[in-house]
């Protein structure tokens, strides 16, 4: 039934309506209307930030958590700006958010008005802003349908002074879960099915689609069943158990060892991710003219975006590989099934050998000092609690990360994926908001924390009892290591390791364990390898956010 009410308080009752237990924002003078009007509403916690980007970070990651839109809310244009380069990530990751913010009197738009819903629409999947109170439930009841539909992802909203304020009758109905799991084309399944029974040297590829469509089981079964490497494509989420014999970790166009891999293949097959996706160009086309691409995704237009495809399947990805699974077994013949135990065989053993090479890699420096980064990650890895969840946003030790920590599901692992850095802090938090009772551990590169380092202060405001791990190697590695490939590979020089880069190191280092001490959170700066494992017990025992600022060798 209608009733009458301002449209701040629709906005507030919709929020309720739709389930929203947390908002984290930092507001500003446009958003007084309903700060005003947030005490009447208990059931809400604001989680207070210092700069936009620590608020879409903690909102970007609880998304992902709770695997429901979550809310956000900052401040005109200038907020709105700050939180642009995380609501990139979380549109590119597939993310549902609602961010919304207030503009001045619509009757200013021949003074100072912005444009809000045009400002983000390059970053968002729907964006409008409204002049009208009337408005307001319907548009947040489709804003909520938007970002938790596929394609997943952020939304916006914005409301001016005048609708805020103004009254009308107002229907208060939430929006309602769509069921939108859809089969693949039967067509696609066969032609897909043949291409893979054919096949002598394939491989599969998994991406965070996967983990969203909770097939990581499904995905686990197909691989089995025909024996293939599986390796996951810049996996914010565990799309495939990270132990599992099968498995070779992420994949990367932008090492020369990951393009060789897929040279001599005769078959991809790339479920839930954007397929050949980088951000350094290696031609038109990368893979060889004789290995054929099958793409399955439940996002339209993603298969063949980027790669020629020879199958491309729009489809739910657990009911594609489950379909897949179904129309193989039929056709396993017992000598096609004995070659696929000899391909296995290897397949095991060539996974096994990779991670034992990498172990021997790291043996030389294993008591450097600075401790390397590989040091660091084990002993961090071996002390953790089993129920631990761990935030990864170590940028350019992700790799070295990802050999020492480990995730058999969605949610063991979650990575900020970084299309820009600056992420982990917020995500921390918001993993910690929708997990309160599990040990929550952000490992983070120094440069990446130093964007957001004031979502330090939101840990210790709010006591957000996580664990911020800050791999301090005092420079901007990530860039050095983007340099390093750029001087390799694309200028052809034969020895470069980084070198002539400027701006990329800081002279002048922070001790953001004394950062962190000034806001309120327990800091320690930790050198010595044997003190990572007393400090973390520390930290997890005091139930209060804590930093470890390790130091670490940044050399490549």
Not at 177 to 188: F, I, L, V
Not at 381 to 394: C, H, K, L, M, R
């Amino acid at each position: 039934m209608a009733q009458m009410m301002t449209g701040k308080q629709a906005v507030l009752e919709m929020l309720k309506a739709e389930g929203v237990k947390h908002i984290f924002g930092n507001p500003g003078t446009s958003e007084g209307p309903i700060m005003d009007m947030l005490g009447d509403y208990p059931e809400f916690q604001y989680f207070l930030t210092l700069q936009e980007s620590v608020a879409v970070g903690m909102g970007e990651s609880y998304a992902r958590s709770t695997e429901t839109a979550s809310c956000v809310m900052l401040h005109v244009d200038s907020g709105l700006a700050n939180g642009i380069c995380l609501m990139l990530d979380a549109l590119n990751t597939g993310t549902p958010m609602v961010v919304m913010s207030a503009n001045y009197d619509a009757r200013k738009v021949n003074e100072t008005m912005t444009d809000l819903a045009e400002l983000v629409r390059p970053v968002t999947k729907w964006s409008v802003e409204l002049d009208l109170a009337d408005a307001i439930p319907s548009v947040l009841r489709r804003a909520f349908h938007e970002a938790n539909s596929h394609p997943k992802g952020p939304v916006y909203v914005g409301f001016s002074a005048n609708a805020l304020e103004a009254e009308a009758e107002m229907n208060i109905v939430p929006s309602s879960k769509m069921h939108d799991s859809y089969r693949p084309d039967t067509n696609g399944i066969e032609k897909a099915v043949s291409l893979i029974m054919s096949a002598k040297n394939p491989m599969m590829m998994v991406g965070d689609r996967v983990s969203e469509d909770h097939a990581n089981d499904a995905a686990v079964e197909l691989a089995e069943l025909m024996g293939f490497p599986v390796y996951q494509s810049r996996g914010a989420e565990v799309a495939f158990p990270t132990m599992h014999p099968q498995f070779f970790g992420n994949h990367t166009l932008r090492t020369p060892g990951g393009r060789e891999i897929l040279k001599g293949k005769d078959l991809v097959l790339a479920i839930g991710m954007d397929a050949m996706d980088e951000l350094f160009y290696w031609g038109d086309v990368i893979l060889e003219e004789s290995t054929k691409l099958i793409h399955i995704d439940p996002i339209p237009g993603r298969a063949g975006r980027s790669e020629p495809t020879d199958v491309g399947i729009v489809s739910h990805c657990r009911l594609g590989i489950e379909e897949l699974i179904a129309a193989i077994k039929p056709k396993l013949t017992p000598q096609l099934a004995n070659d696929i135990d000899g391909r296995k065989i290897g397949v095991v053993a060539a996974a096994v050998e990779k991670r034992t090479a990498f172990e021997e890699s790291v043996t030389e420096k294993w008591d450097s000092k600075p401790m390397s980064p590989a040091r660091m990650m084990s002993e961090l890895a071996s002390a953790i609690p089993d129920d631990a969840i761990v935030v990864d946003d170590s940028i350019s030790n992700r790799a070295t990360m990802r050999h020492y920590f480990q995730g058999e599901k969605r949610g063991d692992l979650r990575a900020f994926r970084g299309q820009a850095i600056g992420g982990g802090i917020g995500a921390t938090m918001g993993v910690q908001v929708a997990h309160p009772d599990r040990p929550v551990i952000g490992i983070i590169g120094d440069g990446s924390a130093m964007m957001t380092v004031q979502g330090l202060w939101t840990a210790a405001n709010d006591n957000i009892p996580c664990v911020f791990v800050i791999c301090n190697n005092g420079m901007y590695r990530i860039l050095k290591v983007n340099f390093d490939v750029y001087q390799r590979d694309i200028l052809q020089m034969e020895e470069s390791a980084g070198a002539n880069l400027p701006f990329s190191d800081f002279p002048t280092p922070f001790h953001v364990a004394e950062i962190a001490s000034g806001m309120g959170v327990h800091g320690e700066r930790i050198t010595d390898p044997a003190q990572i494992a007393p400090a973390l017990q520390r930290a997890l025992a005091s139930g209060k956010p804590a930093v470890l600022d390790i130091v670490i060798d940044g050399s490549l």
